[in-house]
């Protein structure tokens, strides 16, 4: 099945799925999109889909992946804007771990991760960056054959406690309201 998204940059980004393999274009008018994923679903349905090898699925990083999850994952999402904004900020930022091989990443990298992104951010947004990370992980294991020999290397790492209880004291003169 395909699916054609307007992108921000104002291209016209078209997807085909088709048993569990799926191929991305993007064009910049939305007709060319149309007919490049008319032609795409045919061949798939005649049997001339092979499988994408331009990226070795063993030798892709970690910033391929989140690419590659944001293009095609992430853009089907209701919070596609969001999601796209914190993975374009953890590419630009976390640079050093981007580029490591999947199949070398481990548990402590993303501890260490969390440990200095807790210095400057709220617990919650800690706990939904270590949330997309690890779906992305997955979906890459699973949908991309991609070799995690130890695991989803963000599974077992503890989240931050998020505490976002406000106290407020009423000020003289101020009355409480109930609301309920």
Not at 59 to 70: I, N
Not at 96 to 111: G, H, I, N, Y
Not at 119 to 133: F, I, Y
């Amino acid at each position: 099945m395909a699916t054609i998204v307007k992108r921000p940059s104002g291209k016209c980004q078209a997807t085909v799925r088709k048993d569990g393999q799926s191929r991305s274009k993007s064009f910049l008018r939305r007709a060319d999109a149309a007919k490049w994923a008319r032609e795409t679903e045919l061949s798939a349905d005649r049997g001339l889909l092979t499988p994408d090898l331009s990226v070795n699925a063993s030798e892709m990083t970690l910033g391929e992946v989140l690419r590659k999850y944001r293009d095609n994952i992430t853009s089907e999402k209701r919070c596609a804007d969001n999601e796209s904004f914190a993975i374009n900020g953890f590419l630009r930022k976390c640079s050093q771990l981007a580029s490591r091989k999947v199949s070398k990443l481990r548990s402590a990298d993303f501890v260490y991760y969390r440990d200095q992104r807790i210095k400057s951010m709220k617990a919650a947004t800690v706990v939904r960056e270590l949330g997309w990370l690890q779906h992305a992980l997955d979906v890459a294991c699973e949908d991309w054959r991609q070799n995690l020999p130890h695991g989803n290397p963000v599974k077992p790492v503890r989240r931050p406690k998020i505490n976002n209880r406000r106290e407020r004291r009423l000020q003289q003169g101020e009355t409480p309201t109930h609301n309920c």
